[in-house]
């Protein structure tokens, strides 16, 4: 695998984790980087104040030297720190073999034991007398390192060598002491900038959460397109995807139309010709019946199939129950008036379904028409979360239905009560509707003696 790849493959899956990773890699190469180049201009600086010293007594003792008569260097008088004995601050000048010394080698010597600092070199033979000290590394007479400055200087037809040194941990000591609080900073410096990277992620991706919390409430239902302004960098995406949503609910819109005419244009002559054929006592009608009924339930599989697929799974709705039912039990208690009966609801607020708004009022109204028909003074209404689904109950105090006669009643157009008006088709259209969004209808005994009627229906995607 190529290093490209390896590094892809390494790298992390998150935006953010990205980012902080490439943060803090700059981060830590410009701290180093700052590190290392103050490490060096300090070092010069200091070196350069230690040359600077050296050279100045390299001249002092020059100086000295350039008297009428040597005897006037014993007279020089060393200036602080070369008049303390063993500090590592000593000079030499070394005439025709014979050595004189500062007072603080105490009759000891300098040894030069070459240049670690070189640059120059001696030259094949004598230097030039207007040259620059040069430093070299030696130790002193306890074996002390020494930095060394090193002056070869012609004078009264012969050469005088100067050396003046400074002890060694005089160019690591402040250096030290001065890289102690620069690397401290520079640390407080990395929190701050880290920090501040962190800060910077979570206010530049705080959009794409803005985008994707908007998809996750137009899946659910709760919106229809993504709302809000949005950075220059992200309106396009944005426009992008609402235009895809935009297109895919006038997809799905179409497809559902194109569903429930096909289920109607399929299901009213197969409920009139099983109508014609339920009466008959000729075996062949009962045949022909009993395949009707299969051809129902094939309709309905199929149907509720495709619509499933059109609409992309139900879950993707959200539908409040309450205020249809409110909706429907003022027009019901309207044409119901004369009767004076008492409707209870007890329906949350926030209570919903994953259904399509009209599909919930043609089930709720069916259910409703059918309680307001047989009631005898109370209708109560109940909804609830049952985990994943939603239950909605209606009980009335009329009749009731017998167990045996249930199945009777959920079949299309089927009627215990010819004097009562309607059809038959209520109940099983809402079964089918129930059924067709992965939820059940079930009828029961209410409380007071009635009819229970209990329809589950999924709920919405929780965010």
Sequence with gaps: MNPLGRFRRLAPKSIAARLALGSAVLVMAALIATGISTGIVLSRFIRDQIDQRLDTQIGAVTSALDKPSLPDLLALNDPPPFDRPGAGWYWTATVDGH?????????????????????????????????????????????EPLYLRVQVVPMNGTWITITASAPAHALVRPLRDALAPVILAMLVLGMLLAAASVLQMRLGL?????????????????????????????????????????????????????????GHALNTPLAALSLSLAGSRNGRDTERLRLVGEMQERIRHHLGRARAAALNGPANLSTAIRPRILDLN?????????????????????????????????????ILDNAFKWAASTISIRGRNDGTQVLIEVADDGPGISVEKIQDVLQAG?????????????????????ELYGGDLNLGKAAPGGLKVVVRLPSPVAS
């Excluded at 007072?103 to 600092?117: E, F």
């Design 99 to 143: 050595t004189y010394r500062s007072a603080s080698l105490n009759g000891g010597d300098i040894i030069n034991r070459g240049s670690d600092h070189w640059w120059g070199g001696w030259h094949d033979g004598p230097p030039d007398a207007n040259e620059r000290p040069r430093p070299f590394n030696g130790v002193g007479p306890r074996g």
């Design 206 to 262: 705080r959009p794409l959460k803005r985008v994707t919390k908007g998809l996750e409430d137009v899946r659910a239902g709760r919106a229809t397109h993504i709302e809000g302004s949005q950075p220059r960098e992200l309106s396009g995406l944005v426009n992008e995807l609402n235009s895809l949503i935009k297109q895919n609910a006038e997809g799905m819109r179409r497809a559902r139309g194109h569903v429930s005419n096909l």
């Design 330 to 366: 003022i027009v019901l208690s309207k044409i119901n008036a004369e009767r004076g009966l008492s409707v209870a609801v007890d329906v949350p607020e926030t209570l919903a379904a994953a259904c399509e708004p009209q599909d919930l009022d043609e089930m709720l109204g069916n």
């Design 414 to 434: 089927k009627k215990l009560d010819e004097s009562v008006v309607g059809h038959g088709f209520g109940l099983s259209i809402t079964r089918e509707l129930a």
